[in-house]
């Protein structure tokens, strides 16, 4: 099969990108912990794109110095067991999210700072959005099924109400109200918000998660005026965000087929389905299983590093079977599952019908190798030495490191201990330890404001959704009495 030259990047640190207005230069150093730093940047992620306890969730200077007390904690932690030899999974971890922040940086320079976007289209969009149309639809099982129908409509200028009271008498054409907010699916809302439909136009077929095909017909609209200056500004920002990321994704896409173009997937028929029904019963597990599984991230992300289900009752593939060719080169199972050590597998489908399951397995090796490749591409750029890729590497690093390190002390703990009563004077300990080494940009500090929401912030279609570390509920200490000022 030809690997697919659509990427289904969902702007993967996107905030990062945001947050790094000046990318090319230096980090914006917020704290130094012997040869580590903290950068603003880590101090704004880690405070407000995963949730913090209640004792440091406002935006006040005592919960910003119990913040900042926290990550130089973490620090400490990790640079106490800088000797510490992390296990092979966390290794590999480490490396996937390296290599995902490498990608990250390359859609960046292909993409996001290649493109420009024409007033005009900004415009029309922006105006466009102040739309909330009321739609009439129909949910179709197949392809044929919606040819036929737009037949029928486009053809024989019927409507989706009179094909509906057809198959269904004495029932109305199921009705739905759309604004431009309410849509988190590309597809459906460059549908919608790419002209100015008239009442009566037929849309589609768009294909759904599920498999099934939609056929839209544009029953009326209403419009909202963006009437303040503010209104307007905030309407005109959104259409040419939105533009600019469509038009990043456009140009990324010309990039990665270049980046593939000739590359050939061919899989060994006998083995792909026995690895596909392996997959599906490690990847199809309940609703309740994943909601645990987010849960237990919400605080603590060495759920990200556990084993998946057992798949002891199916039938072992061996290492050394041959799973797919790439390029007339044969890759054995065992090469592809090193290679997911560092990459789990993407589904495009967020619900899959067990009897779709083969199909989007299939897709998920295309995507994991077109990854591969783009991979290959951001190390030829250097991409693995970009400030922020080490940066971000080194932040994660510090987080499983402390990690270890707090399970180890947890052990020495007085049962009759709080865990935080405990870190807490395990902190303050270090920070009389290394104080010499640390030094903190006071002045910027003060500058700093955070949100008091609570937020944990994934991205898309991502190996490792997860964007940030799990807050490190290591101290309630409000006060800076040790280290120095930076540039004082």
């Given amino acids: 099969m030809r690997l697919p030259q659509i990427i289904r990047l969902a702007g993967i640190l996107a905030l990062w990108f945001t947050a790094c207005s000046r990318p090319d230069l230096e980090l914006d150093v917020l704290a130094?912990?012997?040869?580590?730093?903290?950068?603003?940047?880590?101090?704004?992620?880690?405070?407000?794109?995963?949730?913090?306890?209640?004792?440091?969730?406002?935006?006040?200077?005592?919960?910003?110095?119990?913040?900042?007390?926290?990550?130089?904690?973490?620090?400490?932690?990790?640079?106490?067991?800088?000797?510490?030899?992390?296990?092979?999974?966390?290794?590999?971890?480490?490396?996937?999210?390296?290599?995902?922040?490498?990608?990250?940086?390359?859609?960046?320079?292909?993409?996001?700072?290649?493109?420009?976007?024409?007033?005009?289209?900004?415009?029309?969009?922006?105006?466009?959005?102040?739309?909330?149309?009321?739609?009439?639809?129909?949910?179709?099982?197949?392809?044929?099924?919606?040819?036929?129908?737009?037949?029928?409509?486009?053809?024989?200028?019927?409507?989706?109400?009179?094909?509906?009271?057809?198959?269904?008498?004495?029932?109305?054409?199921?009705?739905?109200?759309?604004?431009?907010?309410?849509?988190?699916?590309?597809?459906?809302?460059?549908?919608l918000y790419s002209v100015p439909w008239h009442q009566g136009a037929i849309l589609g077929p768009l294909v759904t998660g599920d498999q099934r095909y939609l056929v839209l017909e544009v029953a009326g609209w209403t419009e909202r005026l963006a009437v303040t200056e503010s209104q307007r500004q905030e309407r005109w920002e959104t259409a040419r965000r939105y533009l600019e990321d469509q038009a990043a994704q456009r140009a990324y896409e010309s990039f990665a087929g270049e980046i593939m173009s000739g590359h050939r997937l061919e899989f060994q028929p006998e083995t792909f389905f026995r690895m596909a029904r392996r997959a599906?019963?490690?990847?199809?597990?309940?609703?309740?299983?994943?909601?645990?599984?987010?849960?237990?991230?919400?605080?603590?992300?060495?759920?990200?590093?556990?084993?998946?289900?057992?798949?002891?009752?199916?039938?072992?593939?061996?290492?050394?079977?041959?799973?797919?060719?790439?390029?007339?080169?044969?890759?054995?199972?065992?090469?592809?599952?090193?290679?997911?050590?560092?990459?789990?597998?993407?589904?495009?489908?967020?619900?899959?019908?067990?009897?779709?399951?083969?199909?989007?397995f299939r897709d998920a090796v295309a995507d994991l190798i077109r990854d591969y490749f783009l991979t290959q591409a951001a190390y030829r750029e250097g991409l693995d030495r970009h400030p922020s890729v080490v940066q971000n590497e080194a932040m994660w690093r510090d987080f499983y490191r402390a990690q270890w390190m707090k399970a180890s002390l947890r052990q020495r703990k007085d049962p009759k201990l709080s865990d935080l009563r405990f870190f807490t004077a395990v902190i303050d300990s270090l920070q009389e330890r290394y104080s010499d080494q640390i030094e903190i940009d006071v002045s910027k500090f003060n500058q700093l404001s955070i949100t008091g929401i609570p937020m944990m912030v994934t991205e898309q279609y991502a190996p490792y959704p997860v964007v940030t570390p799990s807050f490190p509920q290591l101290t309630d200490d409000h006060r800076l009495n040790y280290g120095r000022r930076m540039n004082p």
């Fill in 280 to 360: 599906q019963k490690l990847y199809l597990r309940s609703a309740q299983e994943k909601q645990q599984a987010l849960q237990q991230s919400l605080w603590n992300l060495d759920a990200e590093l556990q084993p998946p289900p057992s798949v002891q009752d199916l039938p072992e593939v061996g290492a050394e079977e041959i799973f797919f060719t790439l390029d007339g080169e044969p890759w054995t199972v065992g090469r592809y599952r090193e290679l997911i050590r560092t990459h789990p597998l993407v589904f495009r489908s967020k619900n899959i019908p067990a009897g779709h399951f083969a199909e989007e």
């Fill in 32 to 191: 130094r912990v012997g040869d580590r730093i903290i950068t603003t940047q880590d101090f704004l992620f880690r405070a407000e794109y995963t949730p913090r306890p209640a004792y440091c969730r406002t935006n006040t200077p005592v919960s910003k110095t119990i913040i900042l007390n926290s990550l130089i904690g973490e620090k400490l932690l990790s640079l106490a067991g800088d000797t510490i030899r992390l296990p092979a999974v966390v290794e590999a971890t480490l490396q996937g999210r390296k290599e995902q922040a490498m990608r990250a940086w390359l859609y960046h320079r292909h993409g996001t700072r290649a493109v420009r976007v024409d007033s005009a289209a900004i415009g029309q969009l922006a105006d466009l959005m102040g739309r909330t149309y009321r739609l009439h639809y129909l949910s179709l099982p197949s392809d044929t099924a919606a040819l036929w129908v737009l037949d029928q409509t486009l053809n024989r200028h019927r409507t989706l109400a009179d094909l509906y009271a057809e198959a269904y008498p004495g029932d109305t054409v199921p009705t739905k109200i759309i604004r431009w907010e309410d849509l988190n699916t590309r597809g459906l809302r460059d549908t």
